[in-house]
């Protein structure tokens, strides 16, 4: 998808505290809520307002009526994206005429809050997910514009006490870290620690607040890369006891 | 013959099956699979189902549609079980022989659809139907994703079914068939496949790309989105070109 960078129509960005998103979970019944404050941007009231829904590839969109006359559809239903883990929202604010569609205010990257969640801010670095397709593989990491998803083969069953489990915790989640990290720096060469919409600089602000691990290094230091990204392994093992959860496993501490 | 769907295990005994025929020594086809009761259960309401040639992707996902639309079986598009059970039912069709006499399945993605992730497109039953139900008031708007051989989708239809809010777009599916079906050859037009040149498919979807920044795609038209294009798609605007056709709107 597109960089969202030059913006040569003006387009209005929509301020994360103007949007709330909460989710409604029943099992795969998942609707949304959202209160939009739109009222300080100076949009048209004739302007289109639409949320949209999405997840990597997978897509759903919501008229809202217009910027004067918010009309909240009756179908919020997320049902379309099975479990609603890890679906993100964006608000757009488009001219309805004269040119039809044009862009005046955006949010995107949304992340909504589950109704039971008291963290509204709360940003998760990973997002589990089931995949009943896996075959044999037991996780798998991707990666889009906005987020690293975790797969977990739902067909072994209960996927999230999976990913919870203690085994699996210290074998895969060092792993997990450790590509995360590579493909940011070798593969993605973002080194910025700033941007906390972009997922990219997140991971790195989390590798840096551990114990012991030095900035990110600059572009030009790639030989410098991979010890720093050992070192921010080695410091997330040692802050979540990696090797007393496996080694209580291995050595019969509780039931194997 | 009814309608059924594979369950866990029927799903599992259909990848060992494939995974037979992706190798040396591949197995019979599994005809009693399709209504083993251990393997398999019965969709409700009972739907009768023909073992008939469905001929191209288009005419496939019109005869699903229809036939799920006559039964009433709604929230069919993520039941994993009931496409996997159809392609295994069209699997002659689906995957035929090779000039080596031999079969290539490919990817489980084709036979198993996984309703979560945007491989669900190369699903070779699930995918087209998906497609014509969300172009369902005017099908043929989607023409250059629905045309072609069951078992060759091929990269334009790769191109665009890996994002679902563009081959969801009414605006932008009516567009692409515009500038690139061929409705006499009835396939792509020449070149528009192409990895690389002026115009080409994938041309197309960088200037989405750029469109998006800027515009709500979804509130465009198929004539909003054939007037911004550049130059370089003019080789494929159909006769009359571009600007007589635009030229009054």
Not at chain 1, 43 to 71: C, I, S
Not at chain 1, 126 to 152: H, K, S
Not at chain 2, 125 to 154: C, F, N, S, T
Request: with cysteine; net charge neutral.
């Amino acid at each position: 998808m597109p960089i969202r960078t030059i913006n040569y129509t003006n387009r209005k960005r929509i301020l994360r505290e103007h949007v709330s998103i909460t989710l409604n979970e029943r099992g795969e019944n998942t609707t949304f809520d959202a209160i939009l404050h739109l009222s300080g941007y100076k949009l048209p009231p004739e302007a289109r307002v639409f949320v949209e829904a999405y997840r990597q590839t997978q897509y759903k969109r919501f008229d809202f009526g217009t910027v004067g006359l918010v009309h909240v559809p009756a179908d919020r239903s997320l049902s379309d994206f099975g479990s609603a883990e890890g679906v993100l929202f964006r608000v757009k604010v488009v001219t309805s005429n004269d040119p039809r569609g044009m862009l005046l205010a955006e949010a995107d990257q949304i992340r909504p809050r589950k109704s039971k969640d008291e963290d509204e801010n709360r940003m998760p670095l990973l997002t589990v997910m089931p995949n009943a397709n896996m075959g044999d593989e037991i996780w798998r990491l991707e990666f889009d514009e906005q987020q690293t998803r975790l797969f977990v083969n739902s067909a072994l069953g209960d996927w999230r006490g999976i990913a919870r489990d203690r085994v699996f915790i210290s074998l895969v989640y060092p792993s997990v870290f450790r590509y995360v990290l590579w493909r940011i720096l070798h593969q993605e060469r973002h080194f910025d620690t700033d941007d906390m919409d972009d997922w990219r600089s997140r991971w790195l602000r989390f590798a840096v607040s551990l114990p012991g691990v030095n900035n990110v290094p600059a572009e030009e230091d790639e030989d410098q890369f991979d010890d720093w990204i050992e070192n921010a392994v080695y410091a997330f093992c040692r802050r979540h006891n990696i090797r007393a959860l496996y080694e209580n496993y291995w050595t019969g501490g509780w039931n194997r | 013959m009814n309608l059924r769907r594979l369950n866990e295990q029927g799903i599992f005994q259909f990848s060992r099956f494939l995974d037979s025929v992706a190798g040396n020594d591949p197995w019979r086809y599994p005809e009693e699979l399709l209504t083993d009761p251990k393997m398999t259960e019965k969709t409700v309401p009972a739907v009768e189902i023909e073992r008939r040639i469905l001929g191209n992707r288009f005419v496939a996902a019109q005869y699903l549609f229809n036939l799920f639309k006559k039964a009433g079986m709604g929230n069919v598009e993520r039941d994993r079980g009931l496409w996997a059970w159809l392609s295994l039912f069209y699997f002659n069709e689906l995957c035929p022989e090779d000039r080596d006499g031999r079969r290539r399945p490919g990817e489980i993605a084709r036979w198993v659809p996984d309703p979560l992730s945007w491989r669900y497109y190369r699903h070779l039953l699930a995918g087209p139907y998906r497609i014509y139900a969300a172009h369902q008031d005017k099908p043929e708007r989607a023409m250059l994703v629905l045309q072609g051989p069951l078992h060759k989708p091929g990269d334009i239809v790769e191109q665009f079914a890996a994002r679902q809010e563009v081959i969801t777009n009414r605006g932008i599916m009516e567009a692409a068939s515009i500038l690139y079906y061929d409705r006499d050859g009835g396939g792509p037009k020449r070149g528009a496949a192409s990895k690389d040149g002026k115009g080409t498919v994938r041309r197309f979807m960088d200037i989405l790309n750029q469109f998006d920044v800027t515009w709500d795609l979804y509130s465009l038209e198929a004539p909003d989105v054939l007037r911004m294009l550049p130059e370089e798609f003019s080789r494929f605007f159909p006769v009359p070109a571009r600007d007589e056709l635009f030229s009054k709107t």
